[in-house]
């Protein structure tokens, strides 16, 4: 089967990485989310404190920071490792919420993380997840897509998830975090979160989770189709 790059990009919390990695494993494809590298940072930043206005201080720190992905065996989840150990719990928590926007918008720290990002996406056969993949990332994915759901939906969802972990967070916190994200994520001189003329809009904030999943899958399988039938022509 011929392999395409996936992008989807879109606000916090709008159900753009449960969908990716569903996408991901009906078509055996690798996920990556590109969010769990600048929450990495975020986190490292918190443990290590550094000027993230000093060109000096962000690049030295980024001399210590190493991020990869490794699949758990049991669950057969990508997880998030910093400097060899697995952060994939500690890089959801609020306290890194809180922080990850401001050390996502450092032009040198995004240089970097877009430049392992395109790497590790360089084969193709890819759903990444994030903010400036179909912009940025990769400007040639061959499928774009850009999520959106109302920020109560996108709350209230986020609030089960962090739940699940063991997290009872007030739903109003959540809200005030979504929306700081959202209008940061938006308005930053670098790379901003913005819709690209040839992505893909789905709103999901009145779709179940399977009907989005087979959207996408649909909309993969039709550019997948495209790429096989240009394959053959030439
Ligand atoms: O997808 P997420 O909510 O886990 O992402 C965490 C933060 O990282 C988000 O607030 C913005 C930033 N981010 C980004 O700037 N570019 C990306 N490609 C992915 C995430």
Request: hydrophobic share 40%; charged share 30%; aromatic share 4%.
């Amino acid at each position: 089967m011929g392999k395409i790059v996936i992008a989807i990009d879109g606000q916090s919390g709008c159900g753009k990485s449960s969908t990716a990695k569903a996408v991901a494993k009906r078509l055996g494809y690798t996920y990556l989310d590109s969010g769990a590298m600048y929450r990495a940072v975020a986190l490292y930043h918190l443990q290590n404190p550094f000027s993230l206005e000093s060109d000096e201080e962000v690049k030295e720190a980024l001399r210590h920071v190493n991020i990869s992905f490794h699949q758990n065996p049991s669950t057969q989840i990508q997880e998030t490792y910093l400097n060899g150990q697995n952060v994939e719990e500690a890089i959801r928590t609020m306290r890194v919420s809180k922080q990850v926007s401001a050390v996502a918008a450092v032009k040198q720290i995004r240089e970097a993380m877009v430049a392992q990002q395109r790497k590790l996406g360089n084969d193709k056969g890819v759903v990444m997840d994030g903010r400036d993949i179909g912009s940025v990332v990769f400007p040639k994915a061959e499928l774009k897509v850009y999520m959106t759901a109302d920020l109560e939906t996108r709350a209230k969802r986020r609030a089960e998830e962090l739940s699940a972990a063991g997290a009872v967070i007030p739903l109003q916190e959540i809200k005030q975090n979504l929306a700081e994200r959202d209008r940061l994520d938006s308005s930053r001189a670098e790379s901003p979160l913005k819709k690209m003329p040839d992505a893909v809009e789905i709103d999901t904030s009145n779709l179940r989770f399977e009907d989005q999943v087979d959207l996408v899958v649909r909309l993969a399988k039709d550019k997948i189709g495209k790429v096989e039938s240009y394959a053959s022509n030439n």
